[in-house]
């Protein structure tokens, strides 16, 4: 009997100090911490080795680049580096570094640094080559110092060395002009990592399997990312949660919230349910159907991002009839893109008329030719391209993924098909899971007709147009090289009013070559608590939406 | 003539001859059966005769520009049913729906059932080691879950409608073999075999022509039943994105699934569907269980 008293007395001790414990934790979760649900788990921690959005979200907030660009926005600002300028010629530029800068394992940052990682980057390893790990190396560098068989070498690469001269100046020398450069050397993907860290956790170290995903042996991409950030990593358990916690060595203002959270929740009415329910304090990616929800909710916001991303119809012209001007005309015909966005976007796209959205420089105002929808047209066209109707077309669409231009892609798909069929051609419906076989089948020229898009990485008209149409690709499968050669000189060029006009001519030129129908420049939302504050919604998204910012209303 | 004649020929014109007939006068008295079976015929005819009855084309668009990010039209005079999220009419997409969801139900539960007659009729009557190694097989068959087999089998296959039939026959084929080997064992004995065999009638003879016949009836009940089992099979197929390549065919389970996220702004395009399937599945079910009362040689000569 006195046993039991006993068992029950330190059961009640056991329960009350519970409770207390459960007091004092929510009351400070309140006030230090914030909790943030997105729709999938970050890949890597390394932004060297990753491409995408979730990662980068995670890996902007640990990591800082030489450049930044301005939340909600996309002008360049200093990071790293306090100022810039490129030489006369513009194929050396020279950054002075922020002084007294420490990573978060202590180290000091240094132009020896910055160099360290550069050069890093530009002798990644055969298997870091692949444009699956290091794609924005690829896209931005081009070249490697040894190149894997049949990559390219330093001859193409844009980089070319770099330089440290003293402690807070470095040179990076590139090996022709580009516009581009400093807009895209603020990219996430360009953080500067603790070389102490990155020699120590081996984050070279590991394979790359079939898939083009980079499985470490090291454990700096999973356990140990050190950078410069306001926040470092504390935890990480891979589809539970993970958990970022201030850097007692950041050199800005110490963050208002001095733990974050995240959570991956990949379905959308879930993830909704989660912040009405208070689980989590803000989500990503708000289903279009649900704006209205959150709206009408007094307890939270909805913030929009502005539209950047575009949905297009890509036409492979490997693949005839896609071949003929003719046809991809009566495709572009064939499509009422405006019922699509109506009944599927609603406000989270706008109908597209070019590839470029319309507010970033290079957009045509004018001069774009119109394709409306009319299906007696789309079946002259044919007719006139010697064709015999229905013309039938291999069309393919994504399943198990939801985008900022593309939200519903079976959906969508069907409306397309639905009108398609009623223009002169006969719809073969494809579909296959979006990664990888979907995003390795069109980046290797399998289909004829695919649903795809982009997403701005940095917003700058060479990220989408020259990425796209700047060289011969087994996504469009053409040869244009007076295209080409229009989009190398855009991007070359110095002087922004030109540039800019440049740009204009070559959207326009695009829109006429048709090598894909844009329909779509999708936006994306976010819903946070009404009391957290200082959230503010980019045209490139996650990639660039510091927490560190935020803080809760008194 | 004599007395015994007479007699006999009376009870000749007031009681059914036969275990068929029998059983049909006793369905006919089985109200629930007779529910099962006006079910299963509306289905039929409904699927036989979609051109006919549908207001509209499965895949005609009667009011995609109506449509908006918070739903399409709901049912009204014109549309019974609503417009579905592509802008079609929701209740022809159910008729024409009958035909995949009946015809694939129906082919797969036939083919399951044909190559179980064989396989279990086979092993049944032969025995020993053909017996021990077609039965170990559809032992291993079974020991997967049915709806599992049929997944793996569509994984490896491709998603298509003749893959979705092979599929769920597959699953089929171990339930019908079991049942008949089970069966043809019982059979095997009877005293009328051993005549059969006496008399020095060839085995094949005494296999299909004596004892099949008196070993298929729980085969026939089981038959109705997985129809029942098929058409779930193949809706669930559909719901986990298995279904027909062409996203816009008007299968019921792709139907459901496709309106999953619309749920709470949509929910007749969830529900319509849903009933289609439980009522085609009833209507089976229904019938199964009357045939099997029907069919119960305990109940025999009791009407």
Redesign the interface.
């Known amino acids: 009997m006195r046993k039991k008293v006993v068992l029950f007395a330190l059961l009640a001790i056991a329960v009350a100090v519970a409770l207390v414990g459960c007091g004092s934790s929510k009351k400070s979760s309140k006030s230090t911490s914030f909790v943030f649900a997105s729709s999938a788990d970050p890949v890597l921690l390394d932004p060297a080795l990753v491409s995408d959005g979730e990662s980068l979200r995670i890996t902007n907030q640990i990591f800082q680049s030489l450049v930044g660009f301005k939340p909600g926005g996309s002008e360049v600002v200093p990071q790293l580096a306090t100022s810039w300028k490129p030489s006369a010629n513009a194929l050396s530029w020279t950054f002075t570094l922020k002084t007294g800068v420490k990573f978060s394992d202590g180290t000091p940052f240094n132009a020896a640094a910055v160099c360290f990682n550069y050069d890093r980057w530009f002798n990644f390893p055969a298997a870091l080559q692949n444009p699956a790990v290091s794609y924005y190396w690829n896209t931005v560098f081009v070249g490697f110092a040894h190149p894997a068989s049949g990559g390219a070498g330093p001859d193409k690469s844009l980089y070319k060395s770099c330089t440290a001269n003293g402690d807070s100046e470095v040179t990076l020398n590139l090996t022709r002009r580009s516009s581009s450069f400093i807009s895209a050397i603020g990219l996430p993907n360009f953080g500067i990592a603790s070389p102490t860290a990155l020699k120590k956790y081996k984050a070279d170290a590991g394979t790359v399997d079939s898939t083009g995903v980079f499985h470490p042996t090291g454990t700096f991409a999973t356990r140990n990312p050190v950078g410069t950030g306001p926040y470092m990593l504390q935890s990480w358990e891979p589809a539970v949660k993970l958990v970022l916690v201030a850097n007692p060595n950041y050199s800005g203002p110490k963050p208002a919230i001095s733990k974050v959270v995240y959570r991956a929740i990949a379905d959308?009415?879930a993830r909704l349910q989660a912040l009405q329910s208070g689980e989590v304090q803000g989500i990503d990616y708000v289903?279009?159907?649900d704006?209205?929800t959150v709206t009408k909710d007094s307890k939270l916001q909805l913030l929009k991002r502005p539209v950047s991303s575009i949905g297009y119809i890509g036409l492979n012209q490997a693949k005839p009839p896609m071949d003929k001007l003719l046809v991809r005309q009566a495709m572009a015909h064939a499509i009422?893109k405006a019922?699509v966005i109506?009944?599927?976007?609603?406000?989270?796209g706008e109908v597209a008329n070019q590839f470029l959205p319309p507010s970033l420089f290079g957009y045509a105002k004018s001069g774009v030719p119109d394709y409306a929808y009319d299906p007696a047209q789309s079946k002259a066209l044919l007719k006139q391209a010697g064709l015999t109707l229905p013309v039938t077309i291999d069309f393919w669409?994504p399943?198990d993924v939801s985008r900022s231009y593309m939200p519903?892609p079976?959906?969508i798909?069907?409306?397309f098909?639905?009108?398609l069929?009623?223009s002169g051609f006969k719809v073969v419906?494809?579909?296959a899971p979006w990664r990888p076989d979907y995003l390795g089948g069109t980046q290797s020229g399998k289909y004829q007709v695919y649903m795809l898009g982009w997403i701005a990485d940095y917003y700058d008209p060479q990220d989408f147009l020259n990425v796209h149409f700047g060289s011969k690709t087994p996504l469009f499968g053409f040869d244009n090289p007076k295209l080409f050669a229009m989009l190398a000189k855009a991007d070359a060029e110095p002087d922004p009013a030109l540039r800019t006009a440049d740009y204009q001519q070559a959207s326009i030129e695009v829109m006429k070559f048709l090598p894909m129908v844009p329909y779509a420049w999708g936006s994306s939302a976010l819903a946070l608590n009404k009391n957290v504050l200082g959230y503010v919604p980019g045209p490139i998204g996650p990639v660039n939406e510091p927490w560190a910012a935020l803080h809760y209303a008194k | 003539m004599s007395i015994a004649e007479l007699e006999g020929a009376d009870v000749q014109r007031d009681a059914p001859s036969g275990l068929w007939r029998e059983a049909w006068s006793r369905l006919r008295r089985n109200p629930v059966a007779i529910i099962g079976f006006c079910l299963v015929v509306f289905f039929a005819l409904v699927a036989l005769l979609a051109p006919w009855i549908a207001p509209f084309g499965p895949n005609q668009d009667v009011g995609f520009s109506q449509c908006s990010t918070s739903g399409c039209p709901g049912p009204s005079i014109h549309h019974w049913l609503g417009i579905d999220l592509n802008g079609r009419d929701e209740l022809s997409r159910i008729i024409f729906g009958a035909r995949f969801s009946l015809l694939i139900g129906f082919v797969s539960a036939l083919s399951g059932l044909s190559i179980g007659l064989v396989l279990g009729s086979i092993a049944g009557y032969a025995g020993g080691l053909i017996d021990t190694i077609v039965m170990r097989c559809m032992d291993v068959m079974l020991a997967i879950p049915g709806l599992l087999l049929a997944i793996g089998i569509v994984a490896m296959l491709g998603t298509g409608l003749w893959q979705i039939m092979v599929a769920v026959g597959v699953t089929n084929v171990p339930i019908f073999a079991r049942l008949l080997r089970g069966s043809v064992l019982v059979q095997r004995e009877q005293d009328f075999v051993l005549a059969a065999r006496a008399v020095g009638v060839r085995r094949r003879a005494i296999l299909f022509s004596h004892i099949l016949p008196n070993a298929i009836s729980p085969v026939i009940v089981q038959g109705t039943l997985a129809m029942a089992t098929a058409i779930i099979d193949v809706a669930g197929l559909g719901f986990l994105g298995l279904g027909p390549q062409d996203p816009a065919t008007p299968e019921w389970g792709t139907m459901l699934t496709q309106v999953n996220e619309y749920l709470q702004s949509a929910p007749w395009l969830a529900i319509a569907p849903g009933v289609a399937i439980v009522l085609s599945v009833l209507g089976f079910n229904l019938i199964g269980d009357g045939l099997r009362e029907a069919l119960d040689p305990k109940l025999r000569g009791r009407v």
Not at chain 1, 342 to 348: D, E, F, P
């Open positions: 959308n009415a289903a279009p159907q704006y209205s009422d019922a109506k009944a599927i976007y609603g406000q989270t669409y399943t519903d079976q959906r798909f069907q409306a098909q639905s009108t069929n009623n419906p494809h579909s």
